[in-house]
């Protein structure tokens, strides 16, 4: 499933001459039981190629159908559903050696976007919807590592160490025991310490976004002061669960603690924002102004209510969002309808690296009319 890193390696792709094809198809099993989504996939990459851009040359055309007949193919052939993938991406330039192709566990848009570069807006809101979690299960003599992401759970490891017979306790001869509480002997202290360990670099190499503990007080407690930064800000919380637990009930203890976290987070943002704006603060709200915030690149934190939806417009082209229909101030393309606005503003605001909060939190959300965002500076008035 996808990571952050395959993201931003699609980022680092130069522009050049050729076109890269970027492909995005909703592949869900509850809308598509059958695979008829091949059948909507033949008219996407048809109607792509005869919308392709008539001042390509012949060559790159060429190769630009070529990359859109391989996608096309491999939808039909290559392509394998599983469990858990409810959409597809696929990003191509033959002439540059470039062919990716992520299942995701959320759905996208139907889209096929030619550019000069990958169009990459739909996976950064897949990322900040699924979140790659890495989870460490202490027990005093051992620990179980696992993997959350991509609607998927994954037992990786497990880590035991020889607890021996006698506890040497010299260690702790001239510490103060009244002050420590958490007793902790010094070779369960050492296995804690060795997990932390094993745990930031399982991280680092899987590409996790969190930690979630589960444990005792005390071993979570000690987990969390022996991991370093900037994991430490990263470990999301403890579960509730023994270090046996089922995969499946570790799976949903993860995603309930991530929706209780990201519920909290939510209202505090709202709550600054709101603040903010009682203040006179360097905020904005509503859809007109925190979309020009954040298109130039002014906004910090957008919250968003999660029902708020409105129509508005996409350049095909350079993806410039506009509340006005016409022709795209960037790169003078005609705007095409976008019937979904917020999500596109959503994406843009993760791909700009802004912080996002969704929330469900009315009636205070009347006061934001939808959506706004905290600014870095105040941006200067217009259109
Ligand atoms: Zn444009």
Request: one cysteine or more; a neutral charge.
């Amino acid at each position: 499933m996808l990571s952050r890193r395959q993201v931003n390696a699609l980022r680092e792709f130069e522009p050049g001459q050729d076109v890269v094809v970027s492909f995005y198809l909703d592949v869900s099993a509850d809308r598509y039981p059958r695979r008829e989504y091949q059948v909507k996939a033949r008219t996407l990459i048809k109607e792509a190629r005869d919308a392709l851009d008539p001042g390509l040359s012949r060559e790159v055309r060429r190769a630009a159908e070529g990359d859109l007949d391989r996608i096309e193919q491999f939808v039909a052939l290559g392509f394998q559903r599983e469990g858990g993938t409810r959409g597809l991406s696929v990003f191509a330039c033959e002439p540059r050696g470039l062919w990716q192709a992520y299942p995701l566990p959320g759905p996208v848009p139907d889209l096929v976007v030619p550019a000069a570069t990958p169009y990459l807006r739909p996976l950064w809101l897949q990322l900040y919807d699924y979140p790659r979690f890495g989870v460490v299960l202490l027990e005093r003599a051992g620990a179980r590592f696992l993997e959350v992401a991509g609607g998927q759970v994954r037992e990786l490891e497990t880590a035991t160490s020889d607890v021996p017979s006698r506890v040497r306790r010299s260690g702790w001869a001239g510490l103060k025991g009244r002050r420590i509480q958490r007793h902790i002997d010094d070779h369960v202290q050492r296995h804690v310490k060795d997990a932390a360990t094993r745990a930031v670099a399982l991280a680092g190499e899987q590409d996790w976004d969190y930690l979630v503990l589960g444990g005792s007080a005390e071993l979570s407690g000690q987990f969390v002061e022996s991991v370093v930064a900037p994991w430490r800000e990263r470990v999301l919380g403890v579960l509730p669960l023994p270090a046996t637990a089922r995969p499946a009930e570790v799976q949903e203890a993860v995603n309930r603690l991530h929706a209780e976290v990201s519920r909290t987070r939510g209202r505090r943002a709202l709550d600054e924002l709101l603040a903010a704006v009682r203040a006179g603060g360097q905020v904005v709200t509503g859809l007109p102004g925190t979309l020009r915030a954040v298109r130039e690149g002014a906004a910090t934190t957008v919250v968003v209510d999660a029902g708020f939806s409105a129509l508005g417009f996409r350049c095909p082209a350079c993806g410039h969002l506009d509340l006005q229909a016409g022709s795209c101030p960037r790169c003078a393309r005609p705007l095409v309808e976008e019937p979904d606005l917020v999500t596109e503003l959503v994406e843009l605001a993760l791909e700009r690296g802004c912080q996002v909060e969704r929330v469900r939190e009315a009636p205070r959300l009347d006061q934001l009319r939808g959506v706004g965002a905290m600014l870095r500076y105040l941006p200067a008035p217009g259109p």
